[in-house]
């Protein structure tokens, strides 16, 4: 499992186990080429994200007298530690960053929750839905007189949460090796989906974005920015914000007499429903043949299914194939250093001794023999942690 290459090939990554933009993380710095090793713990968590793979695992039970002293010895031979407790949590266990850096001074130790380590909510239980809800981000999204609707947990998890930890981690670690100190990173999905939010603030404060859902430019207030059903009830999406790709829409919409007034309020509501009859007078399949190639800036809605045969996705090889079943590629791209899928994971615990031995930790014979690590397999699906709620 150790890594071959990669611009983070020699960066060795403890993740202490849990669910969402953690191990998203840890995936992304396994394809990235650093050797992640992830912590599971002896009774496995019935809750996984498939997020597990790349990396080899070692089973600590950190109920036993020797589970935190364990963590900290593997700590010792890192230069990244990732955990996803609640505020608190790791400090109980003996775990949190005042013990690893006192232990590892050029460690850089990424904290992963929802509401941040501070804060009235920091201690309270939450998901994806409940971090966006409360920036704003949610109030957002939907058509105007309808409800917030919901996007997956992508915006929140793995945009405002995975991302930002890694921006963290890696320019900490450029820090780490530039100076030899090493420090916490307070990963927080309501700060970095804020910060994600940078332009709609920009927005609201110059252009008169409005909180009034569906009414915006970018939310579907504007029918040259929507989505149109078509005859087969397929979709379309349309982004011709710019003139010259709006004339190009229209044009290959047969609409001549909608070529002037893209930006007049007033023409807007027949506009939409002219755009709305012209979609649905043919199928999706014939609108991909009318828009190929164009500068229209108009493109099907394809299911997650369809994506994978998609030709232009298919051929950037956007997507890979590993233990039989369809996966994202690493993203991005680099030219000297290129990446690698992530492979399917491993057993869970089946690590151990290995990692210990490849590691170099201290007294590996010992933590083995007493029971703190695990050497063999475990059984189960692995994942969770003391505590999952972020």
Not at 53 to 81: F, I, M, T, Y
Not at 122 to 147: E, F, K, M, W
Request: include cysteine; charged fraction near 20%.
């Amino acid at each position: 499992m150790r890594s071959t290459g990669g611009p983070l090939a020699g960066v060795r990554v403890l993740e202490l186990a849990g669910i969402g933009p953690a191990p998203m993380a840890a995936m992304t710095l396994a394809e990235l080429g650093a050797d992640v090793v992830r912590v599971d713990r002896p009774v496995p968590s019935l809750v996984t994200d498939g997020l597990n793979r790349g990396r080899r695992s070692v089973v600590v039970d950190l109920k036993h007298p020797e589970g935190a002293e364990a963590v900290l010895r593997l700590a010792e031979r890192a230069d990244v530690l990732i955990e996803a407790y609640r505020p608190g949590v790791a400090e109980r266990l003996g775990i949190g960053p005042e013990s690893v850096l006192r232990r590892n001074p050029r460690l850089v130790y990424g904290r992963m929750t929802g509401w941040g380590q501070s804060g009235p909510r920091a201690i309270t239980a939450g998901h994806d839905i409940n971090y966006v809800s409360l920036t704003g981000a949610l109030a957002a999204i939907g058509r105007a007189g309808g409800p917030p609707q919901v996007p997956v947990n992508l915006l929140g998890d793995f945009g405002g949460g995975s991302m930002y930890l890694l921006v963290g981690i890696l320019s900490a670690l450029h820090h780490a090796r530039a100076t030899g100190q090493g420090q916490v990173v307070d990963a927080a999905i309501v700060d970095g989906l804020t910060h994600l939010s940078s332009m709609v603030w920009a927005q609201r404060r110059y252009h008169g974005w409005s909180d009034e859902r569906g009414t915006n430019l970018l939310d579907t207030g504007r029918p040259f920015y929507d989505v149109y059903e078509t005859s087969d009830g397929g979709w379309f999406a349309v982004g011709a914000l710019e003139p010259q790709f709006y004339a190009r829409l229209v044009e290959l919409l047969e609409l001549p007499e909608w070529a002037e007034g893209q930006y007049d309020p007033a023409r807007w509501p027949a506009m939409r429903e002219a755009f709305t009859v012209a979609f649905r007078s043919r199928t999706r399949a014939e609108w991909e043949r009318v828009f190929e190639g164009s500068d229209a800036c108009a493109s099907p809605v394809l299911d997650w299914a369809e994506a994978v045969r998609d030709p232009h996705l298919a051929a950037r090889a956007t997507h890979d194939r590993v233990d039989g079943g369809d996966v994202p590629s690493p993203a991005p791209r680099f030219s000297a250093t290129p990446t690698r899928t992530a492979a399917a994971p491993r057993p869970v615990g089946g690590d151990g001794e290995a990692v210990l031995a490849d590691w170099a930790v201290r007294d590996s014979s010992g933590l083995l023999s007493g029971g703190a690590v695990r050497g063999g397999e475990a059984e189960g699906p692995g994942a969770g942690a003391p505590d999952d709620g972020r």
